[in-house]
């Protein structure tokens, strides 16, 4: 069988781009196919091309190009007349449009003869592939929590709705991450739950050699007792709350830094906002932002923190906190819905509006080993059924099903 694979997620989107480098690797496992990527991004990595069963295409795309940023300007102001449209009950017109808009690459993909294909996340494309595909739903937050403008500001919700009304009725399969998310699907857009597949996510670590321990990155000076929170700058990932902790902590004379990583520059970043906070509590030294970092970089700060600390208001799709499991790595999460369903022992869940509950929970996983080494086995009994391989003979059972259908 020959099944294909939308690659449109550059490193700055964070989640998106590592859930579809853990789809590419899984499919290096499932050898029985024929696979040709269609590449819109300048990300992919190298060993991909070198794959015996792969074909890449490098199509052009909104992230093909240098000025990926004027895009992202360009595309919310289409975003804001698309909405406009959408209001007036005049859909059909927003489809044509992008349609038209995304033609070239559109043509590639229908014209390439491919017996099925994937998307790892909605997109416009689905409107016009006239191939049967699968499509990844990672969360329906702007359903969930519209009050984040992140998630629904320059008319996103909107769009949302109108791929998703689409797509839960035209994909072969749907496939979510957990029970919570299942159940959005049905609630929010009326999904037949006959099509969804629940397929938790593997860490990304799991297709790192177990020899490699990780490499501190080079240009930067770790400190010697640090939390870690790797997130881009939105408000739904609760930043703030966490800065508020250490400024607590640095109160109380706790040496105890925080290392963010991830992009700053994104739509609706609260970069300037995080920054007047972190001068106002005097914790400039504490505080480090280490930007992209490589898999052996991450797995390096991952092994050497504390803990994860991830006050986010969103779950269960948060990448970090499986990374940290597959570590060993204790974990600070949110108390919220999703996360009572997954976590269980795991984790040590705290109210995301309480920096003081957040600052308690990192000092006595820093002082208690017993605690320590109890998350850390609890997170690691939840990874050891989430391997690679296990990712990709769930994939393998969906194409089977295609094949049969």
């Known amino acids: 069988m020959t099944i294909g ?32 990527i269609f590449n819109t991004t300048h990300d992919i990595p190298d060993r991909f091309y070198t794959q015996k069963n792969f074909l890449i295409l490098d199509i052009s795309g909104p992230f093909s190009t240098k000025q990926s940023r004027s895009y992202a300007h360009i595309s919310n102001m289409l975003n804001l007349i698309v909405t406009a449209f959408l209001r007036f009950h005049m859909g059909y017109i927003v489809v044509f449009f992008y349609k038209w808009l995304r033609r070239s690459t559109l043509d590639c993909i229908n014209s390439s003869k491919t017996d099925l294909i994937v998307f790892p996340l909605t ?3 689905t409107f016009g592939c006239k191939i049967p595909y699968i499509l990844a739903v990672h969360d329906l937050q702007h359903k969930v929590n519209p009050q984040f403008k992140e ?62 321990k990780g490499a ?11 939390v870690f929170y790797p997130a881009n700058y939105w408000s739904h990932k609760n930043h703030k709350n966490l800065i508020r902790a250490i400024g607590i902590l640095v109160k109380k004379q706790k040496e105890i ?14 970069q300037n ?12 030294t504490y505080v480090h932002h280490l930007g992209y970092l490589t898999p052996e970089e991450l797995k390096y700060i991952y092994i050497h923190a504390i803990a994860l600390a991830m006050p986010t208001y969103i779950g269960p799709v948060n990448l970090p906190v499986y990374e940290a499991w597959s570590l060993g790595t204790p974990v600070i999460t949110s108390d919220i819905r999703d996360y009572r369903e997954i976590a269980s022992d795991a984790a040590l869940l705290i109210d995301p509006d309480s ?19 109890k998350l ?15 990712f990709a003979r769930n994939v393998n059972t969906v194409f089977g099903e295609y094949i049969n259908f």
């Open 5 to 36: 694979f939308y690659f449109n997620t550059p490193k700055s989107t964070g989640g998106a781009y590592q859930y579809s480098l853990l789809f590419l690797d899984a499919l290096t496992y499932i050898k029985n196919n024929t696979y040709i």
């Open 123 to 125: 997109t416009m494309e």
């Open 151 to 212: 998630l629904t500001g320059s008319g996103q919700s909107e769009i949302r709705d109108l791929r998703y009304n689409d797509e839960v009725k035209h994909a072969f399969r749907l496939l979510a991450q957990s029970q919570c998310g299942k159940a959005d699907i049905i609630r929010y857009y009326g999904a037949n739950p006959d099509k969804i597949r629940i397929l938790p996510y593997s860490p990304i670590f799991s297709f790192l050699s177990k020899h490699v």
């Open 216 to 226: 501190a990155p080079k240009k930067y000076r770790l400190p010697k007792h640090y």
């Open 257 to 270: 830094h925080v290392i963010l990583t991830g992009t700053k520059s994104v739509d609706f970043s609260i």
């Open 273 to 284: 906002e995080l920054n007047r906070e972190i001068k106002k509590l005097h914790v400039d």
């Open 355 to 373: 920096p003081g509950e957040i600052a308690d929970a990192i000092v006595e996983i820093q002082q208690n080993k017993k605690l320590r080494k």
């Open 376 to 390: 850390g086995c609890h997170g690691r009994t939840i990874i050891h059924k989430r391997t690679i391989k296990n």
